[in-house]
């Protein structure tokens, strides 16, 4: 059962907006834990959270700090909003520190589209996109790719995506990593979760996922903004959503081996959700490429539901994608474990960087920044909840420093759902919304109440404490003008 | 708790936790699985047209409790089948290895008549516990949604 000491009290304040849990408030903490959050977040933040931040804290090969970004808030195993480093070669690999939805992530589209040329067509847009991606749980893809072209898809991502017709070669070249992660095992993949995967791809999934229509509100920085070729006025797209099934599957089959391993390595595991093995072992290997497998299968399927929205624009507005200007500005991932170089202690090091409902923002420079950006840095898309503004930040130098270039991922719930069922009547909040001009379209209206905007914290609060402390600048703002809803 | 309660829910921000309660081991894996359904449906008029017998092992008790629902969440997305009745035969452990058997039944998704909430991505381990006394068994689980 959940320890019930009060961590909240042990917070000492290091600096504006960061906060150090000390390594003598909890038995076996390696390093101290790190908290991003103004004085305003900090009472939003439950204490079983701050356990997780410690629990993680006692994992072999941590490096630093274990962190915690301003959205945090309670997960399991890792808290949402966590990201640790572990040494490649003394440190472990962790499922929990990656979640069930491997590779959730966020991708944005621009468009040459000014807001009132969408505004008289937004309900017929909303619709058809509503029609061509399946949405919400029990729908099914029009696609049924067979076990071949899985297993290209488990090692290819979005590169399979664009070469089977569903995008352009740029697609490609505007994701993290290229839309792949390498390593990839497909070996690792059960039946089970090739099974899921098969009839899945193409699908939004349910929950907090998302499609959303945007305009660009507010530009922060107008050089950055330029390189992302985002202006104030325009219309933009955002798809929210991760690895569906297969990515459940993985997670769950590659648990039950590490419970063992950690068992079988001597690793204490202070919630059976960490379960780990060392990073070079079988075990960790294995997970690690079923892991890329299922990150490169979430990309496709980003991908993928690109590639339908854009039919319906064409439709929608009779013209072609390119007269449309439906460019991909770029991909993001927000739970995810990755091989990267970090600066530690004056030392190059080779660590597992776990992001945990967190998202990598890398700096100018940076090999690892598309060629596309590389001057200014990669862009960092962090999605507001239903109704309230989403944000693009930019990776900036010191952020590599502070949180191993790792940033916020989303606004951060602050209610359950269960609550949120009882206090909002689904219909009422569409209707709010769209006093507001924001419309929403949803397979069942309990699943706008969860996602209700008073759930989460607020996103702008958010986004504040991560350009104040460093990790990544403030470049738009856009605000929603209609959701369709899993 | 009101006697009788099958299963409650506990607050939880991001994801679904819950409680379930049975006289044995048996009857309180059966009310979890209620209690996971009912997190995506109201199961309470779905007929038992279709039923699945249900096998799993596992090196322990929790772990066990995890793939029994784990294997549900799984039929339910690759049969297409909605669960809303389940039957736990037998719990058993022999030697290192726990065993599980059941029947679980339901109807086929029609998005017509069904009208589904949130999808319960996974089952974590997290918080997870499982408390025997004399005729009372308490289970707690936290569903990834």
Redesign the interface.
């Known amino acids: 059962?959940?320890q019930t000491t009060d961590l909240t009290t042990k917070l000492e304040k290091i600096d504006d907006d960061i906060w150090e849990l000390p390594v003598s408030c909890r038995d076996g903490m390696r390093v101290p834990g790190r908290i991003f959050l103004s004085e305003a977040l900090l009472g939003n933040l439950?204490n079983e959270a701050i356990e997780q931040v410690a629990n993680v804290a006692t994992l072999p090969g941590i490096q630093k700090y274990s962190m915690a970004m301003p959205d945090a808030?309670?997960?399991?195993?890792f808290p949402?909003g966590g990201v640790a480093a572990f040494d490649e070669e003394e440190g472990v690999i962790s499922p929990g520190g990656v979640?069930?939805?491997i590779n959730c992530g966020v991708r944005l589209v621009r468009s040459s589209l000014q807001k009132e040329d969408v505004v008289p067509h937004l309900d017929q847009l909303l619709n058809g996109l509503f029609d061509a991606v399946p949405s919400?749980?029990?729908?099914k893809s029009k696609i049924r790719v067979s076990e071949g072209e899985l297993d290209e898809i488990f090692v290819a991502g979005s590169q399979w995506a664009v070469e089977h017709g569903y995008g352009v070669k740029a697609d490609i070249e505007h994701c993290e990593g290229n839309g792949r992660i390498e390593g990839s095992l497909p070996d690792q993949i059960s039946k089970?979760a090739v099974?899921?995967g098969r009839p899945q791809l193409g699908t939004l999934?349910?929950?907090n996922h998302f499609l959303e229509l945007q305009c660009v509100d507010e530009i922060y920085d107008e050089e950055t903004a330029k390189a992302f070729g985002l202006e104030k006025g325009q219309i933009t797209f955002m798809i929210h959503c991760g690895s569906r099934?297969a990515g459940?599957?993985v997670?769950?089959d590659h648990?039950?081996v590490l419970?063992?391993a950690a068992k079988k390595y001597g690793i204490q595991l202070p919630?059976?959700?960490l379960?780990c093995a060392p990073a070079q072992s079988k075990e960790a290997q294995e997970y690690f490429g079923a892991m890329a497998a299922a990150a490169n299968y979430a990309w496709t399927n980003r991908q993928v539901i690109m590639h339908q929205s854009r039919e319906i624009f064409e439709k929608v507005f009779n013209m072609d994608q390119d007269e449309l200007g439906l460019d991909l500005v770029y991909d993001v991932a927000h739970n995810v474990a990755k091989l990267e170089k970090h600066e530690i202690d004056g030392k190059t090091k080779r660590v597992y960087v776990h992001r945990k409902g967190a998202t990598r923002a890398f700096p100018a420079g940076h090999k690892d920044v598309a060629k596309a950006y590389r001057d200014v840095g990669q862009p960092v898309l962090i999605p507001g909840s239903m109704g309230t503004p989403s944000y693009v930040l930019c990776g900036n130098k010191t952020g590599m420093n502070i949180s191993f270039g790792s940033a916020c991922h989303g606004a951060g719930?602050?209610?359950?759902?269960?609550?949120a069922?009882k206090s909002f009547s689904g219909e009422d909040i569409r209707m709010q919304l769209e006093d507001r001009g924001i419309l929403v379209k949803a397979?069942?209206p309990?699943?706008i109440a969860?996602e209700a905007p008073e759930v989460y914290k607020s996103s702008s609060e958010v986004v504040d404490v991560v350009h104040r402390v460093g990790i990544a600048r403030k470049v738009a703002k856009l605000l929603p003008l209609g959701v369709v809803k899993g | 708790m009101a006697v009788g309660t099958k299963y409650e829910?506990m607050?939880?921000?991001?994801?679904?936790r819950f409680r379930a309660y049975g006289e044995n081991l048996e009857e309180a894996f059966e009310h979890a699985a209620e209690a996971m359904f009912n997190v995506?449906i109201d199961t309470s008029d779905i007929p038992c047209k279709f039923c699945l017998p249900i096998e799993v092992e596992?090196?322990d008790l929790?772990?066990l409790l995890v793939?029994w629902l784990?294997e549900l969440l799984?039929v339910f997305?690759?049969d297409?089948i909605?669960l809303s009745s389940f039957s736990v035969s037998s719990i058993k452990q022999k030697d290192e290895i726990y065993s599980l058997k059941a029947t679980a039944c339901g109807d086929k998704?029609d998005?017509n008549k069904?009208?589904?909430?949130?999808?319960v991505?996974?089952?974590?381990?997290?918080?997870?516990?499982i408390e025997e006394s004399e005729g009372n068994v308490m289970v707690q689980v936290?569903l990834?949604?």
Not at chain 1, 73 to 77: L, S
Not at chain 2, 11 to 16: F, I, R
Request: hydrophobic residues 30%; glycine residues 10%; negative net charge.
């Open positions: 059962m959940a439950e808030h309670v997960g399991y195993g949402i979640g069930f939805d919400g749980l029990g729908s089970k099974k899921r999934g349910s929950g099934g459940h599957q997670c769950t648990l039950k419970m063992s919630d059976r959700q379960a719930r602050v209610m359950s759902r269960s609550h069922k397979a069942h309990s699943v969860e | 829910y607050e939880h921000t991001a994801d679904a995506m596992a090196h929790e772990m793939e784990s799984y997305e690759v297409c909605v998704i998005l069904h009208e589904f909430e949130t999808e991505k996974a089952v974590t381990y997290n918080n997870l516990c936290t990834d949604i």
